[in-house]
């Protein structure tokens, strides 16, 4: 028992030195490769080949205000970008299940690689309770980063 205090004890030490902190894998959802098809196809022409890695995080918050679509959950959706960075979306339940629903840009880098909610300002989305300080925004871009 002693010396399983004592390791959990380095682990929290060891986690407090670091300068950034990971999210656990446990909240880092797989990207279903239908909804990665949808991304990758809602992505300008020069974007598609640089996409990598993509992993999710279901988002906490007030969304009664978002549109009928998000009604069972919103997820973040964030892709590595190779030469980019990193690009995040707002999607919906059916999006992560099958590749078809609702999916909005929510970073500057997902904005100016895909069409996806580009004419929907982001002070509307805020409305909606979706923005870059929504639960689930930062935690998708540490599974990629």
């Known amino acids: 028992m002693a010396a399983l205090a004592a390791t959990v004890g380095a682990v929290v030490i060891a986690a407090a030195g670091t300068a950034s ?15 990665l098809m949808s ?10 080949p640089k996409l990598r890695s993509a992993r999710a995080v279901k988002a906490k918050g007030d969304f009664s205000h ?5 009604a069972h959950g919103v997820y973040f959706v964030s892709a590595k970008l190779r030469g980019t960075g990193v690009a995040t979306w707002a999607v919906s339940t059916s999006f992560m299940t099958n ?9 500057r880098t997902a904005r100016a690689v895909s069409e996806f909610g580009a004419d929907v ?7 909606w309770g979706i923005s870059s300080r929504t639960h689930g ?5 540490s599974c990629v980063t």
Request: hydrophobic share 40%.
């Open 21 to 35: 902190v990971r999210t656990p894998s446990a909240q880092c959802l797989q990207v279903r490769p239908a909804a």
């Open 66 to 70: 978002a549109p009928r679509g998000y």
């Open 137 to 141: 925004f930062a935690e998708s871009r």
């Open 121 to 127: 300002p982001l002070s509307v989305m805020a409305r």
């Open 99 to 107: 590749g078809g629903g609702l999916i909005y840009a929510v970073s």
């Open 39 to 48: 991304i990758r196809s809602g992505l300008h022409r020069a974007a598609r």
